[in-house]
């Protein structure tokens, strides 16, 4: 009659194994194309080595694929705060950050302030950046004066400021690191 009892909700399926190694190759070339020219879906199709179908099968939008992109970009930062110094991390942030510039103007529509999806890796970095933070000063090696919005502010200064230039991004990267240290 209409009884549930008894009866088992369907299980969701776990996706295959190709279906998570397109995913993987689609995020890849999603990184690689939109970093270089801000990209086209299809360059990324294409560069993935899989039709156009496939990359809308898992991703339905471009704001869907950006913001994939974007997400796993800050999991790796993430991750490797937990075992990175604050300098290592810091100079790898910097180059990541540089490489997602092609990707700022496509990204524009969901970073606004009230997007719940730039708050929520917002709040991914920043805690990144507070525990190698917290952890450095613990350890003798950061200045206590300086806080970890100030690394993040350095770090999108350098790459996205006014006069931000990359060929001088790291070697100003290091002057600040440089002046963090306790003497």
Same mark, same amino acid.
């Given at each position: 009659m209409g009884s549930e009892i008894g009866q088992e909700k369907p299980k969701a399926r776990k996706p295959r194994a190709d279906?998570?190694?397109?995913?993987?190759?689609?995020?890849d070339a999603a990184r690689e194309v939109f970093g270089r020219e801000g990209g086209?879906?299809?360059a990324v199709a294409?560069? +993935?080595g899989v039709g156009i179908g496939t990359l809308y099968r898992h991703f339905p939008s471009r704001e869907a694929l950006f913001q994939? !992109?974007?997400a796993r970009e800050v999991e790796t930062l993430e991750r490797r705060a937990a075992e990175d110094q604050l300098e290592d991390w810091m100079?790898? +942030?910097l180059r990541l950050m540089a490489t997602k510039k092609g990707m700022v103007a496509a990204l524009a529509p969901v970073f606004e302030p009230d997007s719940t999806f730039f708050s929520d890796q917002s709040q991914r970095l920043r805690g990144a950046v507070a525990a190698l933070h +917290?952890?450095? !000063? +613990?350890e003798g090696?950061?200045?206590p004066d300086v806080t970890s919005e100030d690394l993040l502010r350095v770090l999108l200064s350098l790459n996205y400021g006014p006069g931000a230039d990359?060929?001088?991004?790291e070697v100003l990267l290091g002057v600040f690191l440089d002046g963090l240290r306790v003497r």
């Open positions: 279906q998570l190694r397109n995913r993987e190759r689609l995020l086209s879906l299809e294409r560069e +993935a994939a !992109v974007y100079r790898g +942030a +917290a952890r450095a !000063v +613990a090696r950061l200045r990359p060929a001088r991004a």
